[in-house]
């Protein structure tokens, strides 16, 4: 389900320009800062660098025997 949101007008540039380097689009981009906040909020002793590594296993293909879905 998606919806409408009204957003800052430099929070969507910021977006832009970060998803750009990341090649993302703006939502993607807001989605993925979202997520960060999150796991943040849900887990404030850990660094970004971990919550970095867990987006990013989140991304991966899962790899032999054991795929969910």
Do not use: C
Request: proline share 9%; aromatic share 8%.
């Amino acid at each position: 389900m998606s919806i409408n949101v009204k957003l800052p007008e430099p929070l969507v540039e910021s977006a832009k320009r970060y998803g750009a380097v990341e090649h993302r689009s703006v939502p993607k981009q807001i989605e993925y800062w979202s997520r960060i906040g999150k796991i943040a909020t849900e887990n404030p002793d850990l660094p970004f660098s971990v919550i970095r590594e867990i987006l990013l296993a989140d991304e991966e293909e899962p790899e032999g025997e054991y795929q969910f879905g």
